[in-house]
């Protein structure tokens, strides 16, 4: 079975960066749709972005132009780069994996966007 680990969440100032990345277990990372989501106090857990096997990637609009997702199938990672992070991007952030070992959540990564 697939675990999923992140990290690199934080606390950052309105405008800065930060990166989060997602560390695979086991032998099918190579054949899976990885994403990431994020939910917000209050609020439905919401698509970020997502990158397919082959690389096509899709993004939420709130986020396009400013977040880039990316994938190592070599190192079986997964990366979300966050820049001109606003206060709207604080959330805990979750790495998704969609595959051969079905549907797998990793355990959140809070990133707060103070003001």
């Known amino acids: 079975q697939v675990q999923l680990v992140e990290s690199g969440g934080g606390l950052v100032q309105a405008g800065g960066s930060l990166r989060l990345s997602c560390a695979a277990s086991g032998s099918t990372f190579s054949s899976a749709n990885m994403g990431w989501y994020r939910q917000a106090p209050g609020k439905k857990r919401e698509l970020v972005a997502r990158i397919s096997t082959g690389g096509v990637t899709n993004y939420a609009d709130s986020v396009k132009g400013r977040f880039t997702i990316s994938r190592d199938n070599a190192k079986k990672t997964v990366s979300l780069q966050m820049n001109s992070l606003k206060p709207e991007d604080t959330a805990v952030y979750y790495c998704?994996?969609?595959?051969?070992?079905?549907?797998?959540w990793g355990q959140g990564t809070q990133v707060t966007v103070s003001s």
């Open positions: 998704n994996y969609l595959g051969l070992d079905g549907i797998v």
